[in-house]
């Protein structure tokens, strides 16, 4: 028998559980799992209310995690909460063989964990979509977040010459700065946004985080011009509503804004006159449209950076024991950082 944080119920905290080993099928891997991220995904799939439906209960949960297999440190996805089976939060998980990718050496389990699909979706984001090229200035929003802090880092690493953040609580502003944002712009705050929808690259629920759908647009635009340094090339928007209604409004003639969650709001206020006048691009992602060979590329990359020392996201190393109340922080937005399970 293994231990794992099992859900039983959806919309109630997980429980530590003793469950049996895994047994390895065709295509399968078996993986001694060392660290596996509480996401915004796993909690809405918790939930019971995404589009993938009510999950198969009990089920362990945890999309992706970081684990040994043939004796390779490995990243390795699951489609826990998507798909009946079991995720990533126990001592064993299944992966597909094909799905493994192996770290560099020097790569440490719990960064990359803290990384993982958040990092992917800020580098191809940035790269793949948001076609960033060197000498360019970049417009984070959500810099406090998993996948604005990454952002920030890739950005400078991918020649970007200036790069401003904007964030929603104090806490947020300073891990954009930490992050390298040679400029923060404080966010109104307001009452929390519900839980993110599926297949979204948002951090979830902040308490600091406001409902933007609605309010001074012009007043913010003038704010991240003064931030910046001339019009900007490349919007790089989590949160969507009037954070990005704003940030339009300081790109340059046929700049883009990719847009990859809903933090703040569902809907966005982008008025016609600045889209048509300016011929903006407006690019949405997710990471659920990247070929198997694109998410590996991606997860090197940001393994190898992280190995390197040129990429983190602040994050907190949870033991399982308390894996129940990090989950219930997570959820709640009383922690603001990205929680990682120790299950090594």
């Known amino acids: ?40 995904l796993d909690l809405l799939c918790a ?13 362990v949960p945890g999309v992706q995690g970081v684990g040994s297999a043939g ?10 909460g998507m798909a009946p089976g079991d995720g990533s939060m126990a001592e064993l998980a299944l992966a597909r063989a094909e799905d493994l990718v192996e770290l560099p050496e020097g790569a440490d389990p719990f960064a990359v964990a803290a990384l993982g699909l958040s990092a992917v979706a800020a580098y191809q984001a940035l ?13 984070v929003l959500g810099g406090g977040g998993a996948v604005g802090q990454a952002a920030i880092q890739l950005a400078r690493l991918a020649g970007a010459r200036r790069v401003v953040a904007a964030a929603r609580s104090a806490a947020g502003l300073q891990r954009a700065r930490q992050a390298g944002a040679d400029a923060v712009v404080p966010l109104p705050p307001a009452v929390p946004p ?17 409902d933007l759908a609605s309010g001074d647009v012009d007043g913010l635009a003038r704010r991240f011009a003064d931030a910046c340094d001339g019009p900007v090339d490349l919007v790089l928007d989590p949160l969507y509503g009037v954070p990005a ?6 790109l340059r003639q046929g700049g883009r804004l990719v847009n990859l969650g809903s933090a703040a709001a569902e809907t966005c206020p982008l008025d ?20 198997r060979e694109q998410r590996a590329a991606a997860v090197t990359h940001v393994a190898g950076e992280s190995a390197a020392g040129r990429l983190a996201v602040t994050h907190e190393v949870v033991p399982l024991e308390q894996a129940a109340q990090a989950w219930h922080g997570q959820a709640s937005g009383a922690s603001s950082v990205r929680i990682v399970l120790d299950l090594g």
Request: net charge neutral; glycine share 10%.
């Open 1 to 40: 028998m293994m231990r794992a944080l099992q859900i039983d119920e959806c919309g109630r905290p997980p429980a530590v559980a003793a469950r049996p080993d895994p047994a390895p099928g065709p295509g399968l891997e078996l993986v001694r799992v060392v660290a596996a991220p509480i996401t915004p």
């Open 47 to 59: 939930t019971g209310t995404s589009y993938f439906g009510m999950p198969a209960l009990p089920y």
């Open 71 to 80: 004796g390779r440190l490995v990243w390795f996805p699951t489609a826990a």
């Open 127 to 139: 790269t793949w979509r948001g076609e960033l090229a060197a000498g360019e200035q970049v417009l």
């Open 194 to 210: 519900a839980v993110p929808t599926a297949g979204s690259a948002s951090d979830g629920p902040d308490p600091a985080a406001g």
């Open 245 to 250: 209604a704003a940030a339009a409004r300081t």
């Open 272 to 291: 016609s006159a600045t889209l048509r006048s300016r011929s903006l691009r407006v690019l949405g992602y997710t990471n659920n449209e990247l070929s």
